[in-house]
């Protein structure tokens, strides 16, 4: 039975985004499914607020709204959600888009909490007018993701183009939301999506994903998502902490949550050697990969694959990891195909 409320506020958190949010806020006001697009500048120091607001409609569903202090996504969005007012939340990145009909595709049933869609990942040089950018017809292959099964699949693996399932962007409901008192967590910086994803499957979300496409997402090798401190991969790795200790977790969710933690406090132990080693020397980074054998595994298998692969580089072995212009999150059946 399709949604018969289907009343969006789009939420917009933008930084130094003056160049790429009249696209976003076009996509979403072009659906007739949203009711509001929220706005949220986050304290940019180039003409974001008043470029947004050149870009409304005169609909009266755009609000545009600004941070004097940067206080990061997860504040902005949480800002923007307490000053809207639909029933239905859709984050939708700066820099990004909506496909046209991604709503009504989503809308389509009503047996979900969350509802996400595939993404269409394009390469910034090979980037070219967004309103004319198509999705190929794929078939919906609904699913719905289950604790253990979303944990894992945000884990990275090297050589591999990323496609961790955190960088969903579902709708989401406000009701769901509030009866369980889900917000962004402030904290975080790196993962917020995840985390929240994360917590609401805990609290029993149905989070269904369709392999339609309908979210267009700029890769940029200078995104602000794809530029975080090594501070923000280890209150990511105490986020997955703080998720073991819920009421009433499986086994076999805590075991997923454990290897993402792990996977990350991997990552931060390895940067955070490098920090040290450029700040204070090798003397200093050594005495920090030795002051434990949990810093010391994955410091060691860290470098040595880091020199690995410079070195077949160098030979000629291996290539550089060669991005396509455009790919997709999640593989998908042609529905001309079925």
């Not at 600004?66 to 939708?92: K, M, Q």
Request: net charge positive; hydrophobic share 45%.
């Amino acid at each position: 039975m399709p949604v018969t409320t289907s009343r969006v506020c789009v939420i917009i958190a933008a930084r130094n985004a003056a160049r790429t949010i009249p696209v976003a806020i076009d996509s979403a006001l072009r659906e007739a499914e949203v009711a509001e697009v929220v706005v949220i500048d986050d304290a940019s120091t180039d003409d974001t607020q008043n470029v947004a607001r050149a870009a409304d409609d005169g609909s009266g569903r755009l609000k545009v709204m600004r941070l004097d202090v940067n206080r990061g996504p997860s504040f902005a969005r949480n800002a923007a959600i307490r000053a809207s007012a639909s029933p239905f939340i859709s984050i939708l990145d700066a820099d990004d888009f909506f496909l046209e009909g991604r709503f009504r595709r989503l809308f389509a049933s009503a047996d979900w909490d969350f509802a996400a869609d595939n993404i269409m990942l394009i390469r910034d040089d090979a980037a070219t007018d967004p309103t004319k950018v198509a999705a190929p017809s794929f078939a919906p292959e609904p699913q719905f993701l289950d604790f253990e099964r979303f944990v894992d699949g945000n884990i990275s693996r090297r050589r591999v183009l990323r496609g961790e399932l955190g960088f969903l962007k579902p709708v989401i409901s406000r009701a769901f939301l509030e009866r369980h008192g889900l917000s962004y967590d402030e904290n975080l910086r790196l993962g917020e999506d995840y985390e929240l994803y994360a917590r609401a499957v805990a609290c029993g979300a149905r989070f269904k994903v369709i392999k339609s496409c309908g979210y267009g997402a700029i890769v940029r090798a200078d995104s602000l998502s794809g530029r975080h401190r090594t501070q923000d991969l280890k209150l990511l790795a105490d986020a997955d902490l703080a998720l073991l200790a819920l009421n009433n977790l499986p086994e076999g969710s805590k075991a997923a949550l454990r290897r993402h933690e792990r996977h990350v406090r991997d990552k931060y132990r390895l940067r955070n050697f490098l920090d040290v080693k450029a700040e204070r020397g090798l003397a200093s980074a050594a005495a920090y990969a030795f002051a434990s054998q949990s810093n010391l595994i994955p410091i060691v298998l860290g470098v040595a694959a880091d020199k690995l692969e410079a070195l077949l580089r160098r030979a000629g072995i291996a290539a550089k990891q060669q991005v396509p212009p455009t790919r997709f999150l999640m593989s998908a059946t042609n529905a001309a195909n079925e």
